[in-house]
């Protein structure tokens, strides 16, 4: 299992678009994404640093390994 790097809110979703996301709107301090094909919604907080936790919650909810993930950065 790779080590996860500290990455920012802003920082994910530039990568998240990267593999087909587009900004959908803003709530307050979370950024949802969502990919039409196939169809998946994602909220990511717009923080300085996420938790590695939460940013291993998203890439397994977009459907990544963290290889894939480490690879968009």
């Known amino acids: 299992m790779s080590k996860l790097p500290v990455v ?12 087909g996301f587009c ?9 949802v994404l ?6 998946c919604m994602v909220v ?5 640093e996420l938790d590695r936790g939460t940013l291993r919650a998203i890439i397994k909810q ?3 390994s963290v290889e894939g993930f480490l690879s968009l950065m």
């Open 44 to 48: 990511i907080p717009d923080h300085k």
């Open 34 to 39: 969502r990919r039409n094909n196939p169809g």
């Open 8 to 19: 920012s809110g802003r920082e994910c979703v530039k990568a998240l678009e990267k593999i």
């Open 23 to 31: 900004f959908k709107r803003q709530v307050g301090s979370h950024i």
């Open 62 to 64: 977009v459907g990544l």
